[in-house]
């Protein structure tokens, strides 16, 4: 019989291990096939329910919506890409929406079966990754960036935390195997990582149930000194993207021929800024700038703005091009930046209605809820993992967690 509940926990399996590996190095493509596969699912599920049905896709509907403005937008606004490159970048930037959209639609659930070989899948990427750092350190060059390292632990962690949650509840070996799992992961040296490793540490034995509804001068001041700490560790990254690095490309000499690949990354940043105003309100369009698209098919905008003289991001050597995610925002404008912002908004506010709601049933699930937005948030500013398959995965546990009251009272 068809069963939408097994037939997404094994995409959902199969998209911790062993896509987190494949699409790292191997396979890169391996995230479209989920997302396709997903589709399929959720196309099935219309079929089955009848129209409906569409109801319970709203979001989906939303993102697909505002997205298919975009595209016709950047067809028909400008020229700065083709529009083989507009379409690419349009199934780059819908993924990790798409994917949510669909769990909270299917308002589906884990069995128990599922949640076990979860934790195996968490425990083969950990493995995996082991190996990788033992046999292949120090240029990790079977896993790609070290970065990935860090990613897929975090995301094997929260896959064996969520696993292994009964009606909520954790036990103490399980709570120190996560905890030597994000042990692990630190192994991948990025000051990103550090800065989610510390807040994660601290929701897992520091918050308890209500303490966001229940302002003390110790919780404000615990607060303050964790965002301290992920702020210390971060902030050579801060300092390089934000105040050294902007500091030199607008001071830079004007009859350099070519910028250091030094200035890269926070060109990106800057000229984005200058972007926001000079397409107000809604962008540049896809596939024109700081996306995988705008790389490989070349943006004629980076010529008009002088791009093309900075190492790293000229037609010749564009490495640096899809570096952050936050930059890639220029292509919806500040109207974008607002539905963004909008929906991250939304998503916090659901995960307080349910931890309100269900208190300490809902603690772990409400933390690994929390660690997504602030991956979501920490990792765009050095890198594009948001629209990669690390995003992907963190947006369906996101979905998961945000359907879990349905799925209690099988609404599914």
């Known amino acids: 019989m068809f069963s939408i509940k097994k037939i997404y926990g094994y995409i959902f399996l199969l998209s911790l291990f062993p896509v987190q590996i494949l699409c790292s190095i191997f396979f890169r493509p391996a995230d479209e096939l989920v997302c396709i596969s997903l589709f399929c699912l959720a ?33 028909f606004s400008f020229h700065f890409n083709t529009p083989s490159a507009i379409i690419s970048d349009f199934i780059s930037e819908i993924k990790p929406f798409a994917v949510f959209g669909i769990t909270l639609a299917l308002g589906t659930s884990l069995d128990g079966k599922t949640k076990g070989l979860l934790r195996l899948a968490a425990l083969a990427n950990t493995i995996f990754l082991v190996l990788t750092f ?26 064996y935390l969520y696993g292994s949650l009964d009606e909520g509840r954790l036990s103490q070996k399980d709570k120190w195997i996560v905890v030597a799992m994000l042990v692990i992961g630190l192994m991948c040296t990025r ?13 897992l034995f520091g918050y ?27 902030w050579n ?25 030094n200035f890269a990354r926070p060109v990106l940043y800057a000229v984005a800024a ?68 909008l929906f991250w908004y939304w998503i916090v ?3 307080n209605a349910m931890e309100k709601e269900r208190g300490e049933s809902f603690r772990y699930s409400y933390i690994i809820g929390m660690m ?15 629209v990669q398959g690390h995003g992907m995965m963190a947006m369906m546990f996101l979905g998961l967690i945000l359907t879990e009251k349905k799925a209690d009272h099988g609404e599914q």
């Open 43 to 75: 196309a099935l599920d219309i079929y089955n329910s009848g129209l409906q049905a569409l109801r319970r896709y709203k979001v989906l509907l939303i993102v697909l919506a505002v997205m298919a403005f975009y595209a016709f937008y950047s067809l």
């Open 134 to 159: 033992v046999f292949w350190l120090p240029d990790y060059s079977i896993f790609g960036l070290p970065a990935n390292f860090g990613a897929v632990m975090l995301l094997s962690s929260w896959a």
């Open 191 to 203: 000051s990103k990582y550090y800065g989610e490793f510390l807040l994660m540490i601290f929701l």
């Open 208 to 234: 308890r149930s209500g303490m966001q509804r229940h302002i003390t001068l110790k919780g404000v001041l615990i607060t303050l000194l964790i965002l301290l700490l992920v702020l210390a560790v971060a």
């Open 237 to 261: 990254k801060i300092h390089y993207y934000f105040i050294e690095g902007s500091h030199d490309v607008f001071n830079a000499a004007a009859d350099d021929d070519t910028l250091s690949d």
């Open 274 to 341: 200058v972007l926001f105003v000079d397409f107000f309100p809604f962008g540049t369009g896809l596939a024109s700038y700081a996306s995988f698209a705008s790389a490989e098919s070349y943006s004629s905008l980076y010529y008009d703005y002088g791009m093309s003289l900075v190492h790293g991001l000229s037609p010749d050597y564009p490495a640096f091009i899809c570096d952050a995610y936050y930059p890639t925002l220029a292509q919806f404008g500040i109207a974008g930046v607002i539905l963004f912002f």
């Open 349 to 351: 506010r659901k995960l």
């Open 372 to 386: 997504v937005v602030a991956f979501v948030f920490i990792e765009s500013i050095a890198s594009t993992f948001f």
